[in-house]
């Protein structure tokens, strides 16, 4: 039997590409933001980040279990404006030995590939010709990145 947990942290520091502690994947967050509306009058805009309605764990591939392989993982995903998922992009922090890579990258693709979300949401303003002003609800994609940490405790496989 297979024990798997995660503990996803999304998007809540975003580095940049002078930020010496960010991985060159990491840095690519920036990339996937919608682009500002310099025309829009009023308060800034606020985004409300995606929100997770499903996101089963990766599991851990049984035969790296004999060798208590251990890993980690930094993935790159983006969500789309219809709430679904699309990996883009894994780098290793800890990479698992080459003959067990395989079967690690396949368990993560396998779990995103069912993740669902609420998309994230801007809300703006938009003035009115009475000189009113009504908020604007729009879905917009937004990038979130985690990271997964392969284990084995006890002789059985724990992702965190």
């Known amino acids: ?84 998922v699309k990996l883009v992009r894994l780098e290793w922090d800890v990479p698992p030995p080459p003959h067990h890579l395989a079967a690690f990258e396949a368990s993560i693709s396998e779990a995103i590939s069912h993740w669902d979300y609420t998309p994230a949401v801007r809300i703006g303003v938009m003035k009115q010709p009475d000189g009113s002003v009504k908020s604007t609800y729009t879905t917009i994609p937004k990038a979130q990145h985690s990271l997964i940490r ?10 965190d």
Do not use: W
Not at 150 to 159: A, H, L, M, N, T
């Open 150 to 159: 392969f284990r084995v405790v006890e002789g059985r496989g724990v992702v």
């Open 1 to 84: 039997m297979v024990l798997a947990t995660v503990n996803f942290g999304c998007a809540a520091r975003q580095p940049t590409l002078d930020d010496p502690t960010s991985r060159s994947g990491s840095a690519q967050i920036q990339d996937f933001q919608p682009e500002s509306d310099s025309s829009a009058t009023g308060p800034p805009r606020l985004v409300i980040p995606p929100s997770a309605l499903k996101r089963p764990l990766p599991e851990y591939p049984e035969p790296a279990l004999d060798e208590e392989i251990a890993c980690t993982a930094r993935l790159l995903y983006h969500v789309e404006a219809s709430g679904a």
